[in-house]
């Protein structure tokens, strides 16, 4: 499967724990996203990475909340002291620079946190 | 109010029928517009780009139209497979790529 994938798929953690997701992008694709998605709503942007650059932060990224992407290929996005309102399904995307409508970004299954 | 507005539904349509789903964006700055799909419990998938001159893409047409901010996806023959939530989405220009979504329009097509 040559398509974004993303590990774990489900975390249950308890309030105040850390937990730290995995998105490792299509192999060619040089831009990598962060979105939060919570029920019946659609996605939030929360970050972008141009190779290992971080570009771009949401106000919803609050200090709890840190993305990375050393090598410019997998990215980990870590929330520290869990709060419940953090539970939501977090969806990693990538994309090859092209601009435009043409720049497609490609979605992964994501990773749905609960938070008890 | 939301940067992209869309009517949540659910529409609830028969097999065959023509549905029209309607989005409004706020931001004039918006340069890329767009239609995703996204299943139950699944992954949003981009269904189209929308452009000002319209786009067809089978059964379904998308239109554009800047000046009164507005987007628009037709379904003709509707199918049961086509049952999903349809996000509008718009980006803008400049440096930023992330994507807006709307909250999305669920359709369900009934045999």
């Known amino acids: 499967d040559t398509g974004v994938s993303q590990d774990p798929r489900h975390k249950i953690t308890k309030r105040g724990q850390n937990v730290t997701f995995r998105c490792d992008p299509i192999?060619?694709?040089?831009?990598l996203y962060w979105y939060r998605q919570t029920l019946g709503q659609g996605p939030e942007f929360l970050t972008y990475?141009?190779?290992?650059?971080?570009?771009?932060k949401s106000r919803l990224l609050s200090d709890r909340f840190s993305a990375e992407r050393p090598k410019g290929s997998f990215s980990t996005l870590e929330i520290q002291r869990t709060e419940q309102g953090d539970s939501a399904m977090y969806l990693c995307?990538?994309?090859?620079?092209?601009?435009?409508?043409?720049?497609?970004?490609?979605f992964g299954p994501g990773t749905r946190l609960t938070v008890l | 109010r939301k940067e992209v507005e869309q009517d949540p539904g659910p529409f609830n349509v028969p097999e065959g029928a023509t549905v029209a789903f309607n989005c409004t964006y706020s931001?004039?700055?918006?340069?890329?517009f767009f239609w995703y799909r996204q299943d139950c419990r699944k992954e949003p998938k981009l269904l189209m780009s929308?452009?000002?001159s319209g786009n067809e893409d089978g059964r379904f047409t998308a239109q554009l139209n800047r000046a009164s901010q507005y987007i628009s996806l037709l379904i003709r023959d509707s199918k049961l497979s086509d049952s999903a939530t349809y996000l509008c989405?718009?980006?803008?220009?400049?440096?930023?790529?992330?994507?807006?979504f709307g909250t999305g329009t669920l359709l369900a097509v009934q045999p």
């Open positions: 995307a990538s994309s090859r620079i092209a601009g435009g409508p043409r720049e497609e970004q490609f």
């Open positions: 192999s060619e694709h040089n831009r």
């Open positions: 990475f141009q190779n290992e650059a971080q570009l771009e």
């Open positions: 931001n004039s700055a918006s340069q890329s």
């Open positions: 929308v452009y000002s």
């Open positions: 989405v718009v980006k803008r220009g400049g440096a930023t790529n992330k994507l807006i």
